[in-house]
């Protein structure tokens, strides 16, 4: 089994807002392996940024993280101080944002961005900062690196201001890479691009990567592992396989029947109910229960515990073996 790099327990980072506390995590558990892929999977508004946010410990205010254990290479990152913990970050763990029209600063040119996260975690000189900088460019397809580290943001299309995000996040070499939703504001044939570029980039720097997304074709693409999460909490997790085969819990199931099938003229999207809850007032018992077909009234009163399934496989539905046929079926129309 591979060496744990990170191990999330019990984390919850809750809002205190005006209308009350949004339970935006409410006691995740998960961990990543070195060298491998999770995937990070649920609809927005499920936790999945949060709890990205919660390990970098750079949660906006006024969120907080109230309890848990956030454990990195062994060591607890709550308990670290800020100083501490701005050595980590950029180094030995980045974040790729969703949209990097947003994360690069527009008033600054992409030589000056990158040199400076260099120059922050590394002792080298400015020239060797340049140099590395276009070195980066290039490996992830910025034509003409050295002519173009003198632009600006916005002098970039968005497939390649994503790459500049890329190469700011690799620029220090970290061990782990969050990457939220990279191509969600991309076109279909630049999606391909950039996911190609990341599983490149993964081997290349050998890294551990948690693909935050909502597509679950993604992950079957890149993924390792999946960890499925609505509402705040962990509702599956697997190998992506065993997931993709033998998914136990309803909304595990409806997220794979969402996905579009190529080649069927005529098909008819499944769609799940509703939406997602309120967190400042969440349902009770199981969180999914509102909008589950196979609820029953134990489903609002008990909080679904993770089970094991099989070895590896986990799930938090308290009637998964009596719907396990259902479930079977509906997967097979997923595929």
């Not at 339970?23 to 936790?47: P, Q």
């Not at 290479?73 to 950029?90: A, F, N, P, V, Y």
């Not at 400076?116 to 975690?121: A, D, F």
Request: glycine share 6%; proline share 5%; charged share 25%.
């Amino acid at each position: 089994m591979s060496e744990t790099l990170l191990q999330i327990e019990n984390l919850k980072t809750y809002f205190d807002t005006w209308a009350g506390i949004v339970k935006a995590v409410d006691g995740v558990s998960l961990d990543v392996r070195r060298g491998e892929t999770l995937g990070l999977v649920g609809e927005s508004g499920s936790g999945k940024t949060v709890t990205a946010l919660s390990v970098l410990r750079i949660v906006p205010r006024p969120g907080k993280t109230i309890d848990g254990r956030i454990l990195f290479k062994g060591e607890d990152l709550l308990s670290k101080t800020e100083e501490e913990m701005q050595k980590i970050r950029g180094a030995e763990m980045a974040l790729i944002f969703q949209d990097p029209s947003t994360s690069l600063n527009p008033v600054f040119s992409i030589e000056t961005q990158l040199v400076e996260v260099i120059r922050r975690h590394q002792r080298i000189s400015k020239e060797d900062a340049v140099e590395k900088t276009e070195h980066l460019l290039e490996i992830v397809g910025i034509p003409d690196a050295k002519l173009r580290m003198d632009e600006f943001p916005h002098q970039f299309s968005g497939g390649m201001k994503q790459r500049v995000a890329i190469a700011r996040a690799l620029s220090c070499e970290p061990t782990l890479l969050f990457a939220d939703e990279p191509t969600t504001n991309l076109d279909v044939t630049i999606q391909a691009q950039i996911l190609d570029l990341m599983r490149d980039l993964k081997s290349k720097f050998d890294m551990s990567m948690v693909l935050i997304t909502h597509n679950m074709g993604i992950v079957a693409e890149m993924a390792d592992r999946v960890t499925v999460m609505y509402a705040g909490r962990v509702c599956e997790s697997s190998d992506m396989h065993k997931v993709f085969t033998n998914a136990t819990h309803p909304y595990t199931v409806a997220l794979m029947n969402a996905i579009p099938r190529i080649g069927i003229a005529k098909q008819e999207l499944q769609v799940i109910p509703g939406n997602i809850p309120n967190l400042i007032e969440p349902p009770s018992g199981c969180r999914f229960h509102p909008r589950c077909k196979y609820a029953r009234p134990n489903c609002k009163k008990v909080v679904p515990e993770l089970e094991e399934v099989e070895k590896g496989h986990v799930t938090a539905c308290l009637r998964w073996k009596e719907i396990e046929a259902d479930l079977k079926k509906e997967r097979e129309r997923a595929v």
